[in-house]
């Protein structure tokens, strides 16, 4: 079974600052991740997700995420954030192969961007 | 517009008396899945179907039924809800037989079972 861990659950920032929430997971097979955000009032987005090929990965909005196998973590960066990406975001993994019971979903990061 | 369109988005009921979600998808999609959100927890999935009169049990099923008699429409149905399912459920739908492609979410339905 997989699972997903994201371990900041709040993290404020101002800002024009550089963020990093970070999640890891686990899973006895290979897997594909995924970062989705959920606004105020909102359903879920996909930011972005990793398949194969390159370990970078770049999203909407300035969002990058980095998959790690060895440290088996997907961590999302910006470099500056805006007021506009307060948002809830989750990190999730689906098992390759697995078509069904398709994403397990983090606890998720609120993050709080301050003026 | 492509979209996933919960009704309601809102329901106040009471313990025992039988609700339903519903849920259509405008994109011809073939999965379609429902997740309840709670706090710290994040999504946990509740059923999903791979196409019309397939559907299975996700990780938190008790106390919820689900039917896919047509491919745009996939219910929620709660018999008898109790307060511990008082939550936030998301509908949400995908293209494809690969759980490689995005998901599509509804806006959310908050439910409360006094």
């Known amino acids: 079974a997989q699972s997903v861990t994201q371990l900041d659950s709040q993290v404020p920032v101002f800002e024009e600052a550089p963020v990093e929430l970070r999640c890891n997971y686990s899973s006895s097979v290979s897997v594909y991740l995924f970062w989705y955000v959920q606004y105020p009032n909102q359903g879920l987005q996909l930011l972005l997700k990793?398949?194969?090929?390159?370990?970078l990965v770049k999203g909407i909005n300035g969002f990058e995420a980095e998959f790690n196998k060895s440290q088996t973590s997907f961590h999302l960066r910006k470099p500056s954030v805006h007021i506009s990406d307060t948002a809830e975001y989750f990190c999730?993994?689906?098992?390759?192969?697995?078509?069904?019971?398709?994403?397990?979903f983090g606890g998720g990061t609120r993050l709080m961007v301050k003026p | 517009e492509a979209q996933v369109t919960q009704n309601p988005r809102y329901l106040i009921t009471v313990t025992g008396k039988k609700l339903t979600v519903t849920c259509s998808q405008n994109m011809n999609h073939e999965y379609m899945s429902w997740y309840r959100q709670d706090p710290g927890l994040g999504l946990r999935q509740i059923y999903y179907s791979m196409n019309v009169e397939v559907t299975d049990k996700g990780d938190v099923p008790e106390g919820y039924k689900v039917s896919r008699k047509e491919k745009r429409n996939f219910p929620l149905i709660l018999e008898s809800p109790s307060p511990n399912q008082t939550s936030l459920y998301f509908c949400?739908?995908?293209?494809?037989?690969?759980?490689?492609?995005?998901?599509?979410f509804g806006e959310g339905s908050r439910l409360t079972v006094l």
């Open positions: 990793y398949l194969s090929g390159s370990t």
């Open positions: 949400a739908s995908r293209g494809g037989g690969q759980n490689t492609g995005e998901l599509f």
């Open positions: 999730a993994v689906s098992e390759i192969g697995n078509a069904g019971n398709m994403l397990t």
